[in-house]
């Protein structure tokens, strides 16, 4: 199969200094174009303003870190990269492996860096160079004689360190909570707790973001996370990213991002007022309902009593007079009899009218 293919120099080419050191000059692919093809992409994602997004989260267990970098991974369409908790002895070798892929050159990643500190970023993202002997030092070695061992230089892996780094912020307490939401083992939260605490939080031991400022020079966002859900933890992350402008990428523009954001915002603020007038209804019914329970006991009451009245119409007046009034009255004449009161009237009637009182208590 042949292919006729029409080059043409980009504006990177075209510049007047472009590759001016070489011979001849602008001539960077004399042995073939496969021979170059690394140095070719790098200028091809110059050209169309491609950046590589290499994003470090890292935190204490259980603060959000792993699906924040997903969700990062999936919005900037990287590779999603992870340390285990516990890291092997092979574990950091394998992920210099693939940070320092062609896919992870050109595209980037994110890297879910657990609780790692210092020593395990010092390893990851610095190397050691021998640095060639200036002419001072050449001239100063002795003829004949065992050469001085070469310099070493430990140095920043430009290539590879990523550009961006986020700490996730939570209390051990909240942490915690999560991991026993999760079922998992408790002992093993403690212990993946410790080791973040032994790497970041100790006292005179240099933590993962002190070598970001201090070694590396790359700015750290602490983000929080209590009281925060996953969408508002990602859209900071996300501005913390976009900070210097949103990468091109072949992503999506950065008008459509805040409309989808905006859209979203707005099902959410729907569904929450959809919810409380729901809830509103829920509680008016409700309070309509027991309304109705009590005026329908209400409503018994008075019949219960309209019954009792009705009953007592439809007696005899003989049996009304002999179940209600003689007993009372008899006892009444006899407590006179006994006592012998000046006034027997006077004496009966305020009788009959405690009598009375005493009997209706008890139906208060």
Same mark, same amino acid.
């Given at each position: ?7 043409? @120099? ?52 259980? #603060? /959000? ?36 892929? #062609? ?18 970023? !010092? ?23 065992? @050469? ?22 939570? @209390? ?10 999760? /079922? ?5 939260? !403690? ?35 209590? /009281? ?27 008008? !459509? ?108």
């Amino acid at each position: 199969m042949a292919l006729d293919l029409w080059l043409e @120099p980009s504006a990177i080419a075209l510049a007047e200094d472009f590759c001016a050191s070489l011979e001849p000059p602008g001539w960077i692919c004399k042995n073939g174009l496969l021979a170059n093809l690394r140095t070719i992409a790098d200028e091809f994602c110059n050209g169309q303003k491609l950046r590589a997004m290499r994003i470090l989260v890292a935190g204490p267990p259980n #603060s /959000g870190k792993t699906n924040l970098a997903q969700a990062v991974a999936d919005h900037f369409k990287v590779p999603h990269l992870s340390l285990p908790e516990e890291l092997g002895s092979t574990d950091l070798d394998k992920t210099i492996s693939q940070i320092s892929s #062609s896919v992870c050159h050109f595209r980037g990643y994110v890297l879910d860096a657990g609780g790692i500190g210092f020593a395990e970023a !010092e390893k990851l993202f610095r190397y050691d160079i021998e640095v060639p002997k200036t002419e001072e030092e050449q001239e100063a070695e002795p003829e004949g004689g065992e @050469p001085t061992p070469p310099k070493i230089e430990r140095r920043l892996n430009e290539e590879t360190c990523p550009a961006m780094v986020i700490i996730t912020q939570a @209390p051990a307490a909240t942490c915690k909570a999560r991991w026993q939401s999760s /079922g998992a083992s408790l002992e093993a939260f !403690e212990k993946s707790m410790q080791a973040y605490v032994n790497n970041n939080l100790t006292q005179d031991v240099h933590s993962l973001q002190d070598f970001f400022q201090d070694v590396a020079g790359k700015g750290v966002l602490n983000l929080p996370i209590d /009281g925060k859900d996953e969408e508002d933890i990602f859209e900071s992350a996300r501005i913390y990213i976009e900070r210097n402008g949103r990468p091109y990428n072949y992503l999506t523009p950065e008008e !459509e991002v805040s409309r989808q954001i905006r859209e979203r915002r707005a099902e959410k603020a729907k569904a929450a007022a959809e919810a409380a007038e729901s809830m509103k209804q829920k509680d008016d019914s409700s309070a309509e309902k027991r309304e109705e329970q009590r005026h329908a006991a209400r409503l018994r009451i008075v019949a219960d009593h309209e019954a009792a009245q009705q009953k007592l119409r439809d007696l005899p007046l003989r049996e009304y007079l002999m179940q209600y009034m003689v007993p009372n009255l008899t006892e009444g004449l006899v407590e006179v009899c006994k006592v012998l009161p000046d006034d027997p009237v006077d004496y009966l009637a305020n009788y009959l009218e405690e009598h009375a009182a005493q009997l209706a208590a008890p139906k208060r």
